[in-house]
């Protein structure tokens, strides 16, 4: 059993711009499934790329859009993104402040950006 | 690919004073694991129990209770939870309005109380 605000768990960096805390995972002793937490600097994206598993994404706070291969979809506080496995897919942030997010991927989608 | 607000998807009753909506889950295409947010009104708490699967949680708003077998652990915005198999849980609101978080679990663990 852990309890711990997320806030608690060091950022650490990820991309320039972009920074990650893992807030459940294999530290933890998470067996299926990894909690993560992404802050997006302005103007800044997460890797625009595709794999085999899939992203289970909740958005926090801030503006940003999801890129797929043939649109731009806005995204706000409460939205929450399914991306299948094997679809390309990058997350930008297009507001002026952070862009945050959770992002869960099963255990072997952890540690490859 | 989905994008939609959690707010957007029905909430259906879970139990008494407790509403699910399932964000994102089998009928989405999640091959492993599931995002249901939870709402308890006043008072109202999830069954506490224990099964052989893990829950990962996230406190969106309200205030709350993580009960274990030793003690309780108060819960707010921004807090994640582990809870690991085997390990007794229930989260009961012990705030005035509604007390709202994130529960993530294997796709086994899904549609059992």
Chains 1, 2 share one sequence.
Request: aromatic share 10%; glycine share 10%.
């Amino acid at each position: 059993m852990l309890v711990r605000s997320y806030k608690d768990v060091a950022a650490v960096p990820y991309a320039e711009g972009v920074e990650k805390r893992v807030a459940i995972g294999p530290k933890e002793g998470a067996p299926t499934f990894v909690m993560r937490i992404f802050d997006l600097g302005p103007g800044r994206s997460s890797p625009y790329h595709t794999h085999d598993w899939e992203h289970e994404v909740f958005v926090l706070s801030g503006e940003g859009v999801l890129l797929t291969e043939d649109t731009e979809i806005p995204l706000k506080a409460d939205d929450v993104i399914y991306i299948a496995p094997y679809e390309k897919h990058g997350l930008k942030n297009t507001g002026q402040g952070t862009f945050r997010f959770i992002c869960l991927v099963p255990l072997r989608g952890e540690d490859v950006p």
